[in-house]
């Protein structure tokens, strides 16, 4: 490999931006990637009226004649949650001949139906489990049992990977194709990603590429895969270079989120999860935002209707997004905020150190700093983020040993750029809405935030066309 | 720690002017379909080119002949390409073919939409071609910088460890997604350049450029990318198509003639498959094929990436009709994997799959003893293997074929002759006893 020792020369250009935002050209307001909330779906009669809205409303973003993603017929007996097994919720990812359900639901594996429909789901003869160290002797049997039980046609195989963010790589990855290759597995064959966001990005890609692809059904069992990572067909491995830098976009036959398996997450990883559920608020969904506002310390305390309701509700954010744009040309960028900064941290700080759902916290205050300073947000919202992510025990700051050289060096490779030029997704007017726009030099600090690492920005924004 | 803590070096766009786009789907203009020259020799120009259209289909012709008179196919002047499309709808991209093409820049620069490109290739080609192709794609066009990977040449390097250096440099060079890759090589460079294509940053825009007749007539043209595991060729992979393939004729010029032979088994494979005519053709031509005569090459070229193209827009994934193509290397390939990556040349397995293929539909009474002794013939004068090695066992083949990709649920399919010449099915339903007959027939144990 070649060395990368070089150093770090930048020319900059000589007109800095000034606080005020009068001299600020807001070229991007145009752009501003204003979409309209998703389809609302009602909760489940419940006697808590917090996060009851208590209508069913489908909103169709304007100018967009597609059909509704999220589809969830009201049942009134039930909360969502309940630990018996109920119908599951069901969030569609609309993909035209391609789409995807996404069952969520308590005890969902104990409905060996719902994996072994083999209209849709599982279509030939044999099955790869691809799981890790800490979620095979949970649940694997489980599992098995699912996929066998009353049919003698399908038989299982397995392979075990080692658990963590560090083995996201092409050494672990090779395990994958070894196993199946010498369990003779054919085109026709399923792979089944059972665990958190690493092993179903992984499962993901070794199913894209076996034999030039086979099918795979998607069971996550954290909250940032059930809330996220399973959920778009995003899949892929890391370099030592930098995060998911090598992957393809590949979506599953389905993803089956039972939410019993969280009784066995540990907090630090719950709260992990909880940074991408935030994200969604911020984005595009202020409703759901406040929601979380009022409901935190019950997500922290694993209340299950409240986890159910806040996976139900990011499942639909995220469905809909990738429904409108599956390849990330524009409206899919915007799941990013708070990630290129925060894949800075993952690689700068070594993959593994923090959960990835950390730094996308601290990450996502980097953000927000940035869209204040840039007179985009006001003081409020970045104190409503500060306050929100404290409460779900999560950093709002960088790790102290991060440098501004880690940083530039690492998002100089985010899939972000376009020909050199740095793209973000930065929070602009009232919440719930950000753009995606680049800056030609970006040099970071973050005076407030780690003595060491300065953010400031150089640069007006250019002007990105988006296709959506 | 990752060693990403190391400063490095950043060239960031200096032009505030540039215009920037967020579109990463390339506006392939439609290739302006140029017919091939007449010759004087009867035989290269049969006086008419078309491909049968499939019943039922109402697509466009892939190749449109409208004959031209002055201008044989790859005299060495700078001509127009012939143009063959192969038809994907909204993803449809042309192959260019024609000597001389890698000085005509603009052909290749219309299909690079970023500033950096990188070129794949390996360390036989790189000192002949790589400045040639670095010069068509910068010349006149200071905005596109370009790297390149230079790997190690042959079958036995198509593996993950050699895909990495692909990814270690497009990382290092800071490419992003709007760069592209350009494979420059034969189809051990163009399956892997495509393949790391595939998967860098999920997908980046990747151009084929065949310097062996194998890639030129076959491997570059249809989207099948991937890398070889040690249990079995091109076990991973994706289906990525290129913007555009670019066939140079002038680089069979400096091909050894062992590689040369080996392409010619995909020719053939054509005429067998689905082109009668094209097989009489190269019964009629195959010395002239051997003499590297320009002119028989260039169509023979042409013909096959016409038949290729015609399967690929039909069938693009493989649910039926592509596999078809496969015809000699469900054995072929066990051959390669059996005998170790890279002893024999693809071509040379695929020859010799497909005499134990004709064996097989012969045992079957699904084709007459002519369409056998021709298909010796023709191979022998190709100067071909018609046989597997040695010590290729039963065993082996049966453990091989096991895991190619054309198994279905256990079920193990291939492509067989039935009928007249130029037709062939593609079938799990045979007598095993014929197979096992032939694999007896053809191995000592």
């Known amino acids: 490999m070649a060395s990368i020792s070089n150093a770090f020369s930048l020319s900059l250009p000589s007109n800095r931006i000034a606080n005020s935002s009068s001299d600020f050209n807001p070229i991007t307001s145009a752009l501003s990637l204003r979409v309209n ?40 007996d039930q909360p969502v949650g309940e630990k018996s097994s109920g119908a599951p919720t069901i969030v569609e990812v609309d993909l035209g001949n391609r789409s995807y359900p ?6 969902l594996l104990d409905q060996p139906e719902l994996l072994q429909n083999f209209d849709r789901h599982v279509h030939g003869k044999k099955v790869i489990v691809v799981t890790n160290t800490t979620i095979a002797p949970l649940y694997l049997d489980k599992v098995v049992e699912a996929l066998t039980k009353g049919n003698t046609a399908v038989s299982v195989e397995y392979v075990i990977l080692p658990d963590g963010e560090k083995f996201k790589d092409m050494d672990t ?23 958190g966001g ?8 070794a199913a894209a590429s076996f034999l030039r692809s086979v099918n795979f059904i998607q069971i996550p069992t954290t909250v940032m895969a059930q809330v996220d990572s399973s959920v778009g067909g995003k899949t892929g491995i890391n370099h030592p270079l930098g995060k998911n ?5 590949y979506q599953p036959q389905c993803v089956l989120i039972d939410t019993d398996t969280l009784d ?7 709260a992990s999860g909880l940074a991408e559920v935030i994200k969604y608020g911020l984005i595009r969904d202020a409703e759901f935002f406040e929601w979380q506002e009022k409901n935190m310390e019950k997500l922290i305390a694993r209340n299950p209707n409240a ?13 809909e997004v990738v429904s409108f744009d599956e390849k990330e040309s524009g409206l899919r960028a915007t799941l990013n905020l708070g990630h290129t900064f925060g894949h800075t941290i993952e690689t700068g700080f070594g993959y593994g150190q923090w959960l990835h759902g950390e730094a996308v916290a601290a990450g996502t205050v980097m953000a927000v700093d940035m869209s204040y300073r840039l007179g985009w947000i006001d003081s409020s919202i970045v104190k409503r983020v500060d306050d929100i992510l404290l409460r779900a025990k999560l950093p709002t ?5 991060m440098t501004v050289e880690m940083f530039k060096s690492v998002m100089a490779v985010d899939k972000k750029v376009a020909d050199g030029l740095l793209r973000l997704i930065l929070l602009k007017g009232p919440l719930g809405n950000c753009v995606f726009t680049g800056f030609l030099l970006i040099e970071v600090h973050c005076r407030s935030l780690v003595p060491s690492c300065n953010v400031s920005i150089y640069d007006k924004p250019i002007k990105i066309k988006h296709i959506y």
């Not at 994958?176 to 059972?194: G, I, P, Y």
């Not at 066995?264 to 719950?270: K, V």
């Not at 986890?307 to 469905?319: F, H, M, P, V």
């Open 173 to 195: 990855l090779m395990k994958v194709f070894d196993k199946a290759n010498e369990s003779r597995l054919d085109r026709r064959c399923t792979f089944v990603a059972l665990g």
């Open 397 to 401: 700051a960088p790790p102290e040993t």
């Open 102 to 107: 996404i069952y969520i639901g308590s005890g």
């Open 264 to 270: 066995t997450l540990p907090d630090r990883e719950l």
């Open 307 to 319: 986890l159910a309701y806040a996976i139900k509700r990011s499942c639909e954010n995220k469905a």
């Open 37 to 76: 909330k998703p389809a609302k779906v009602s909760l489940f009669g419940l006697d808590s009226g917090e996060f009851s809205p208590g209508r069913v409303a489908v909103s169709k973003p304007s100018g967009i004649g597609g059909r509704i993603c999220a589809n969830a017929t009201p049942v009134m």
């Open 245 to 249: 830098l090598i992957g393809a976009f």
């Open 198 to 205: 690493v092993i179903g990005d992984m499962c993901g890609f």
